[in-house]
């Protein structure tokens, strides 16, 4: 408890709240850094758990949630609000495709890379008018991160 003229050393029991459940990190003046979240979809479980490992090695605080189709995606890009979500163009239920459309009219600051081996299936017309970007898996990963490093860049 504060007494007049001095400053409480006792945090806030908001901030404490903050803290524990959604994993904020506090900082000098009350400023909060909140770690940037991912949502990879693919459907190969190889192919999501590569990504995670190569994504968290170059960002380490970032969070990296996984999603095994695109109605997955959907469902958790609407709980998580992840800040980027990488999506595979040939996946079950919903193509990367169907699931950018319905998550841009969702979420449309969010940005969203089609990281595909079919890039030849994507236009940059098509692309454009959705909103995404396109990066094709047989590229390598070193576009993905740098378009990673673009959108989210390291600490």
Known sequence: MAVSGTVST????TEVIQTLLYCVRPRIFNNYFVAKTVLIA???AKMRLSVRLLLQGRHTELVVREAVDGLDAIEKAKKSRPDLILLDLAMPRLNGVEAATVL???MPETPIILFTI????????????IGVDCISKTD?????LERVDALLPPA
């Open 10 to 13: 006792i945090p806030r029991a």
């Open 140 to 144: 390598g990963f070193t576009k993905l």
């Open 104 to 106: 841009k009219n969702e």
């Open 42 to 44: 693919d459907d190969s």
């Open 118 to 129: 079919y890039p030849d299936m994507l236009s940059d017309a098509m692309c454009a008018a």
